[in-house]
């Protein structure tokens, strides 16, 4: 999950109330699970979070987090997932909020639950939707009681000990995924089926299953994150753009303003 936090750099005060720790999941869990993240703010703030190649799972011990709609905001629940997303979204957090992040791998969410991960494109379910409702009213409950960072780590650790399936993994996706970073998401999917030696129908159903999206989605996701890394590099727009092989500066920024809701130009000026 890309964050934008654009504004805020305006007023360097309020980053004395902000906290983004990031922690590794016990060992066991590190195939399935990236990291966690604690996320704390004592202000009331809205911001954005761009399009990212996981799902995040998120539990609130304090505080209330929503989402902003064109028709205003709607507050989200306690403990609830996000899937793969093609577009940003606008999120405003209550003062004071607590926020546990939970970031799977790419092909991680499935060895938790029987909920195809494309079920989950472009939406945020609550937890019990896809996992044991007695379960995750339980470890809700803990969460919002522990008094320690110490505390709360060791309970999600816990709970996603008794939830993992451990199933086979799917090499052949695993390995799209991979070919997929390794081009910075700059891949013709053609190329990916040949160099994986299956067709596009069968790879695409078994990609969606486990990653969330297509294939080439996917890559377009990632190509996306590849550019704006560059472009905390100092790269030229004109440059990433014939580099990423977007056909145009017109298409290029039509794709850009879907993933940030701004042109390349104005959101460089933030940077």
């Known amino acids: 999950m890309a964050l934008s936090v654009r504004g805020l750099r305006k007023n360097a005060v309020l980053y004395r109330y902000m906290r983004f720790e990031k922690i590794l999941p016990a060992p066991r869990l590190r195939a399935y699970i990236k990291y966690y ?13 761009f399009p990212s190649s996981g799902l995040v799972m998120g539990f609130q011990y304090r505080g209330q987090l929503s989402v902003c709609t064109a028709d205003g905001s709607e507050r989200l629940l306690a403990a609830g997932i996000t899937g793969i997303s093609d577009s940003y979204k606008l999120f405003k957090n209550s003062a004071g909020i607590g926020t546990l992040l939970v970031f799977f791998t790419e092909t991680g969410w499935m060895q938790f639950s029987r909920c195809p991960a494309h079920a989950l494109f472009n939406q945020s379910v609550a937890l019990p939707d896809v996992l044991n409702a007695d379960d ?18 060791q309970l999600l650790n816990h709970f996603f000990m008794q939830q993992v399936r451990e199933q086979a993994p799917d090499t052949l996706v695993a390995e799209a995924v991979r070919l997929i970073y390794a081009s910075g998401g700059n891949i013709q999917i053609r ?36 550019v704006l890394q560059n472009m905390h590099k100092g790269r030229s727009l004109t440059e990433l753009c014939y580099e990423y092989q977007y056909f145009d500066q017109a298409h290029f920024i039509k794709y850009f303003k879907r993933f940030t809701g701004e042109t390349p130009e104005r959101f460089k000026r933030f940077l």
């Open 37 to 49: 993240v604690i996320s704390e703010n004592a202000a009331e703030t809205q911001y954005k979070v």
């Open 136 to 153: 995750t009213a339980a470890v809700e409950e803990q969460l919002a009681l522990a008094t320690t960072d110490a505390q709360r780590i």
């Open 191 to 226: 190329q990916l089926n040949e160099s994986l030696f299956i067709s596009q129908s069968p790879l695409e159903k078994r990609f969606r299953k486990l990653v969330g999206t297509t294939p080439k989605k996917f890559a377009s996701i990632v190509r996306f994150n590849t």
